[in-house]
């Protein structure tokens, strides 16, 4: 990781802490006696999670050799072995996958409230603070008619992350022409920038509350707590679903 990336992320856990810490002046939380921007404060605390987790992967370790070798395996998550290690900066011992599940819907959500809020608003309080720290957030920035969907995958092993209504114009480009098994001329999709920049963050959300062990590709070794998907429908699958849904209703009239 560059200097000046690992210089904005310590720019950004500053501001964080200091939404985290500042003390609400808000007249109406005070008159009230409850603060209405806890909300924000809890969107600072998840945002900074995950940032001091990027951190740690790009600090040095100067303990001694045994503890550098081991930062050194932790930093590129793998030993030389082949075996990957890794712990999310929100992964706990014995949490439940419906607790991690619902954790990643929170941070999900705070996201999406926090990128489709004004930064500026009138009146003291925290908010345009806490607000700040998630400009350029891919999760925050997307259309507003996106859907995001967070389920436990069969077997409890696995966290799957639905991306759903997204527009065609944003999310997808027209690659080429192919011909199906069908002999049918058919278009092939591939994800814009923007969508992938999405489903990449995406993981990074779910990955937070989870952890490598020691997994091994090669000898089909897998210790992860559980594995996270990020899905989505290109335009042409989206348009297959709908005519077969469509047949099936006919049949079944």
């Not at 527009?167 to 080429?176: F, K």
Request: net charge positive; with cysteine.
């Amino acid at each position: 990781m560059t200097k000046s990336k690992v210089s904005k992320i310590r720019t950004r856990i500053d501001a964080l802490r200091a939404v985290i810490n500042k003390e609400c002046t808000a007249p109406i939380c005070q008159e009230s006696g409850t603060c209405r921007h806890e909300g924000e404060k809890e969107a600072a605390r998840h945002m900074l999670d995950r940032l001091l987790d990027k951190l740690k992967q790009a600090a040095e370790d100067g303990r001694d050799e045994r503890a550098q070798i081991w930062a050194d395996i932790y930093e590129r998550g793998y030993d030389s072995y082949g075996n990957t290690y890794r712990t999310g900066a929100k992964y706990r011992s014995g949490q439940s996958m419906k607790e991690r599940a619902a954790g990643i819907r929170a941070d999900i959500k705070m996201a999406r409230r926090a990128g489709q809020t004004p930064l500026v608003q009138e009146g003291p309080g925290l908010v345009s603070q806490a607000l700040e720290t998630y400009r350029f957030d891919p999760i925050g920035e997307a259309p507003a008619q996106i859907k995001f969907r967070v389920r436990i995958g069969d077997g409890y092993g696995s966290i799957r992350i639905g991306v759903d209504n997204i527009p065609q114009e944003w999310g997808w480009v027209a690659a080429e022409e192919v011909t199906d098994y069908q002999g049918r001329k058919v278009t092939q999709w591939r994800r814009s920038q923007a969508l992938k920049d999405l489903e990449a963050e995406l993981k990074s959300v779910g990955e937070a509350y989870n952890a490598d062990h020691g997994s091994n590709l090669m000898t089909d070794c897998f210790a992860k707590a559980f594995f996270v998907f990020v899905e989505s429908d290109d335009p042409g699958t989206l348009a297959w679903r709908a005519e077969y849904e469509r047949k099936h209703r006919n049949r079944r009239a």
